[in-house]
T-cell receptor, first 112, second 116 residues
Framework: KAGVTQTPRYLIKTRGQQVTLSCSPI?????VSWYQQTPGQGLQFLFE???????NKGNFPGRFSGRQFSNSRSEMNVSTLELGDSALYLC???????????FGSGTRLTVV | AQSVTQLDSQVPVFEEAPVELRCNYS??????LFWYVQYPNQGLQLLLK??????LVKGINGFEAEFNKSQTSFHLRKPSVHISDTAEYFC??????????????FGKGTLLTVNP
């Protein structure tokens, strides 16, 4: 079956702009999570959605937001981009917590 | 809250040698434990997981891990590594139930480098 699909793979944005990243989970998975990966901070949890509801949120400023659609696809948005937002953004989906999460290949965001 | 400590940031080994990547966790509640591998420019791939039952868990690519509740450890092992095992390895934890079981808490990662 198809894995987790993230688009786009690479993105270059200018400071102050906003960006939207997309994630399509594995069919049947209703939980979608987002993580930010940087060399300095490692893997940090952004938020998790289940059936269009945000169930958990990490310690990120309000510039980071997300949503989930009725088909479980998810988007995350970052407004007013800062240089420090440059990172690999990973999306993961799961059927239930004990399954572990299946990750996409990520979106590499570079803010210049 | 949960936390994960990966004791070695880098582990260099020679091909066909055994390897152990160490992971300790902290949690006041019962947890599920995972090991993930990340190859360059890719996402994370699940190697294995501990949910309950036998403390020795076998995963893909010949890896195994042992859960030790008293030492709150979940070390990853492979008896003989290959060049292709060169990657970064992440230990992760999530609580079994309740509000924050919908996220993984990761360690900082261990870069395994297998030399010929």
């Amino acid at each position: 079956k198809a894995g987790v699909t993230q688009t786009p793979r690479y993105l270059i944005k200018t400071r102050g702009q906003q960006v939207t990243l997309s994630c399509s989970p594995i069919s049947g998975h209703r939980s979608v999570s987002w993580y930010q990966q940087t060399p300095g901070q490692g893997l940090q949890f952004l938020f998790e959605y289940f059936s269009e509801t945000q169930r958990n949120k990490g310690n990120f400023p309000g510039r980071f937001s997300g949503r989930q659609f009725s088909n479980s696809r998810s988007e995350m948005n970052v407004s007013t981009l800062e240089l420090g937002d440059s990172a690999l953004y990973l999306c993961a989906s799961s059927f239930q917590a004990g399954d572990g999460y299946t990750f996409g290949s990520g979106t590499r965001l570079t803010v210049v | 809250a949960q936390s994960v400590t990966q004791l070695d940031s880098q582990v260099p080994v020679f091909e066909e040698a055994p390897v152990e990547l160490r992971c300790n966790y902290s949690s006041s509640v019962s947890v599920y434990l995972f090991w993930y591998v990340q190859y360059p420019n890719q996402g994370l791939q699940l190697l294995l997981k501990y949910l309950s039952g036998s403390t020795l868990v076998k995963g893909i690519n010949g890896f195994e891990a042992e859960f030790n509740k008293s030492q709150t450890s979940f070390h990853l092992r492979k008896p003989s590594v290959h060049i292709s095992d060169t990657a970064e390895y992440f230990c992760a934890v999530t609580r079994r139930s309740g509000g924050s079981n919908y996220k993984l808490t990761f360690g900082k990662g261990t870069l395994l480098t297998v030399n010929p």
